[in-house]
């Protein structure tokens, strides 16, 4: 069974530190959160966005100081000068968005620009001294210092007393900690020799040993995304071992080796990133210059694919489930779609842009994959020498524009979230596509392979909503993060406007709706629109191809039973509004009353065929369906008014014959009116 997949969102920021308010605010500044946004003219695939911070270099490195990144709590971090500087990136606006996707041009309309104002972040005091690395605990209390290399001091966040309450102190060389949301142990550490469990209970300021499991470690990885600690074994010839922290466990993974043909595995070459779910190791070979992924397993762990990269100097970040590669040497990042265990598509690479926020380019100076970048799992970038922080967003606008496969671009939008960016986003550019795809008459073949992707889509957004509480399946079909389009939305936006203004020949709109007829009834027929077959026959009438439309509705290629007695109403609709020629009229009659009965409304399926003066015909169709729902008066009328005596007599014999009640039912004026066709006194 494949693991990783119902892992619980990233922590939320804890509360705020104290901060006397006659101190003077460091400078490490929030970003002014201006919504214009600002992109290079440039097409780009990958922006840097922001920046997300700006902090003094010289403060954060200097003497006793230290930068880091706690992903648990989303934070960065700099200790300096008996301070911890903290600043929440859960708060930062992305793309005009927070993290669930609500807009925030509402509060800009409330508070104004505020270009230019900076916020500092939260303080939380310590005792001077050195320090190696620091970390929150989950749920914001807690402060845990590493200030030598077998030393931790944990100190509460809100202490004006600056209190040390416990200091761990290890045998061997710490090589990393951080806390988990597991209820056995919160709290490890990983050593030179094993990695380290205990369980910290704040109230009690207790410090308490759970487990040790021992390795010989040379460096390790800890993502809190999929809760995975990946340890690199000391001279151990590329051998890894892993572990999840679970709620409820530790699990140890198998272990497993990287490609022979690497020199010695080191830190910076390996990232873990979650990717549609599934968790992945990222290493990339130096020696073969390809980046291999490792699918991780409870119980195995698969090497999925290599991927060449052609580029001595390579790290790899993920943004919105997608893959991307950083070719530092050449200065360009690669977009790679891998889903469900395939390489689904890869752009042709193009330099990374830059996205501002209440910023002008000159306000500082950057150097694009520059020496003192690091990345930060799983999307953000860190210029150590220029003191900003950036987040990477994808630019589908550009990718789209760059990529020649309309098949894998469709599929690649909609595996997109679309809260999480700015119009226009996966939906639109979706739309964009398939109108320019019929405006330039594209090959029927390739419209089809697209069509199949969109229909896919729409099938799979319903199944997720079934999946949704009551209460939350209300509004866009998959939730308001989900990209599909289905069939009344694709009518609206695409083929209803192209055929009103004219720009498509008739015959290629036709075989068009055919084909996206075709795909929807295969991969989502639940998502089938009525209206989507009306055009159909409206457009196959007008242009006189009724051949075809009986291919289409044979009675082994009926369309969807829900959208059939819908379906009969909208042709009612057209057969009574617009004007029709004779035989068209004909077919279309004959369609309408072929579609009421397999429909279910048998009952209006007779009435559509008396309307048509087919009166023998409605008593057939009566009879093989057992319609019982209507008067004998209305067949006998219908029959009276042809002023034919035998066929008011066989009338009046069927009613006797075969409808409930028989001839008790039939009243006076029926029984004279036979009397008067019996005696050929016929008088209407």
Same mark, same amino acid.
């Given at each position: ?420 960016? *700015?119009?226009?986003?996966?939906? #639109?550019?979706?739309?964009? $596509?398939?109108?320019? /795809? +019929? %405006? =330039? ?117 009926? *369309?969807?039973?829900?959208?059939? #007695?819908?379906?009969?109403? $909208?042709?009612?609709? /057209? +057969? %009574? =509004? ?107």
């Amino acid at each position: 069974m494949e693991w990783g997949s119902g892992q619980a969102p990233l922590s939320k920021p804890g509360s705020k530190g104290k901060r006397p308010i006659s101190q003077p605010e460091p400078r490490m500044d929030r970003e002014a959160t201006d919504m214009d946004e600002k992109a290079d003219e440039r097409v780009a695939q990958v922006r840097l966005a922001g920046p997300v911070a700006r902090y003094d270099v010289a403060t954060a490195s200097g003497s006793g100081g230290c930068l880091s990144y706690d992903d648990a709590n989303r934070k960065l971090l700099a200790v300096q000068d008996g301070k911890v500087l903290s600043w929440c990136l859960d708060q930062d606006k992305v793309n005009g968005r927070d993290d669930r996707g609500n807009e925030h041009k509402q509060v800009e309309k409330q508070s104004g620009s505020r270009r230019g104002r900076r916020r500092t972040p939260d303080v939380t005091y310590i005792h001077p001294g050195r320090s190696l690395g620091a970390r929150f605990s989950l749920d914001g209390t807690l402060v845990a210092l590493q200030r030598t290399d077998k030393e931790i001091e944990f100190v509460e966040q809100d202490d004006p007393s600056l209190l040390v309450w416990h200091k761990l102190k290890t045998l061997h060389s710490i090589v990393g900690f951080f806390w988990t949301k597991c209820n056995a142990s919160n709290f490890v550490v990983v050593t030179t020799n094993g990695v380290e469990l205990y369980r910290v209970r704040a109230k009690e300021r207790q410090v308490d040993p759970r487990e040790f499991k021992k390795h010989k470690v040379a460096w390790c990885i800890y993502s809190h995304e999929p809760r995975l600690l990946l340890l690199a074994k000391a001279k151990g010839a590329g051998r890894m071992y892993g572990y999840q922290f679970t709620a409820h466990e530790c699990v140890k993974l198998p272990k497993f080796y990287v490609d022979e043909s690497t020199l010695e595995p080191r830190k910076e070459d390996f990232t873990t990133l979650v990717l549609y779910s599934r968790i992945y190791c990222c290493h990339f070979d130096r020696t073969a210059c390809k980046l291999s992924l490792y699918h991780l397993f409870r119980d195995t762990i698969v090497k999925e694919m290599d991927v060449p990269v052609y580029s001595a100097h390579v790290r790899a970040s993920a943004v919105d489930n997608t893959l991307i590669v950083h070719a530092m040497q050449a200065k360009v990042p690669i977009v790679l779609d891998v889903y469900q265990g395939e390489l689904q598509m890869v752009s042709t690479p193009l330099p990374i842009g830059v996205l501002l926020r209440g910023k002008r380019r000159n306000d500082f100076v950057m150097e694009v994959y520059g020496d003192g970048w690091e990345f930060l799992a799983p999307d953000l970038v860190l210029d150590r020498r220029a003191g900003l922080l950036w987040s990477l967003t994808l630019d589908l606008q550009g990718l789209a524009e760059s990529t020649s496969e309309p098949a894998q671009l469709a599929a690649f939008l909609q595996r997109r979230d679309e809260r999480r960016y *700015p119009a226009p986003g996966p939906r #639109a550019l979706t739309l964009r $596509l398939v109108e320019t /795809m +019929l %405006v =330039e008459r594209a090959e029927v073949s390739a419209l089809s392979a697209v069509f199949n992707v969109l229909a896919a889509a729409c099938s799979a957004a319903a199944q997720s909503a079934l999946k949704k509480p009551d209460h939350e399946r209300e509004g866009a079909l998959g939730g308001p993060e989900s990209p599909c389009i289905p069939a009344c939305m694709m009518l609206e936006r695409v083929f209803d406007p192209l055929e009103s203004e004219g720009r498509l020949e008739g015959r290629y709109l036709l075989s068009a709706l055919t084909e996206y007829m075709w795909s929807m009834e295969a991969h989502a027929p639940g998502q089938c629109d009525p209206a989507l077959y009306a055009k159909i026959v409206s457009l196959s009438l007008r242009m006189g191809s009724h051949e075809k439309l009986y291919q289409l509705f044979r009675p082994e290629a009926m *369309p969807p039973t829900h959208v059939l #007695a819908p379906l009969a109403d $909208l042709l009612l609709s /057209m +057969l %009574v =509004e617009e004007d029709w020629d004779p035989y068209s009229a004909s077919v279309l009659e004959d369609l309408m009353v072929d579609v009421s009965s397999r429909g279910g409304d048998r009952e209006q399926c007779v009435r559509l065929l008396l309307r048509q003066g087919r009166l023998l015909a409605s008593l057939r169709f009566l009879r093989r369906w057992r319609v019982d729902s209507l008067p004998p008066r209305v067949f006998l009328d219908a029959a009276w008014s042809t002023q034919d005596p035998s066929t008011y007599i066989a009338v009046y014999r069927f009613c006797c014959d075969s409808m409930p009640g028989g001839a008790s039912v039939l009243g006076t004026l029926a029984r004279e009116r036979l009397h008067q066709a019996i005696q050929m006194g016929y008088h209407p």
